[in-house]
């Protein structure tokens, strides 16, 4: 009886398939793993969103403003001396005075200076409406300067606006109160008064 040979196939193991399908299973993995970390940066470099009132998305906008360095030196915008009349009382007086302006920083200096024929329109009427003994006290004046800061702040950054809450629509803001500290995105920080004389 002849012996049978064996078969090349019977004896031996089958050649190894796995090292390749480990080097697939490693490669996918790594895939998914930048694709992930990619992702997540994208959504987490994105804009925050609120809701409208329709329930549509829309994007949040944040402070246009950076923060201030504190080495950063400060900018002022020197107007040109009022010369105005006051409120009579017992005999005429008339107010010289010369205001500086502290803005935010040098591109709020070059929209004063496009804005100055309003915002000396509106300091004139702002101190003719007031008398003397309003302003003869500390306390009047730095009323004057809140108030004339609160002004050209409405001129340069326009009203402000409350944001819309579900089912509301944007709607201007009150006026802000004139001896509240400024807040730290308006424009002009402080009036100070270089010269202030009433005779």
């Not at 010369?83 to 007086?93: F, G, N, S």
């Amino acid at each position: 009886m002849a012996e049978k040979k064996p078969e090349a196939g019977d004896g031996e193991a089958p050649p190894k398939k796995k090292p390749k399908l480990l080097l697939f299973i490693i490669i996918g993995v790594l895939v998914l793993v930048i694709a992930g970390g990619v992702g997540g940066y994208l959504i987490l470099k994105k804009k925050p969103v609120a809701e409208d009132e329709e329930g549509d998305e829309v994007a949040v906008e944040e402070s246009s403003r950076k923060k201030r360095d504190l080495d950063t030196p400060p900018v002022f915008v020197k107007l040109e001396p009022f010369t105005v009349k006051l409120q009579t009382e017992q005999q005429e007086a008339y107010i010289q005075a010369t205001p500086e302006l502290r803005v935010y920083d040098a591109p709020v200096a070059d929209r004063v200076k496009q804005y100055t024929p309003e915002i000396r329109h509106q300091v004139l009427l702002l101190i003719s409406g007031k008398k003397a003994s309003e302003l003869s006290t500390p306390q009047g004046v730095q009323q004057l300067s809140n108030e004339i800061r609160s002004q050209i702040n409405l001129i340069i950054d326009g009203p402000k606006t409350v944001p819309k809450s579900r089912g509301k629509a944007a709607a201007p803001a009150a006026p802000s109160d004139p001896n509240a500290p400024p807040g730290p995105d308006d424009s002009v920080q402080a009036v100070l008064f270089t010269s202030f004389i009433i005779q």
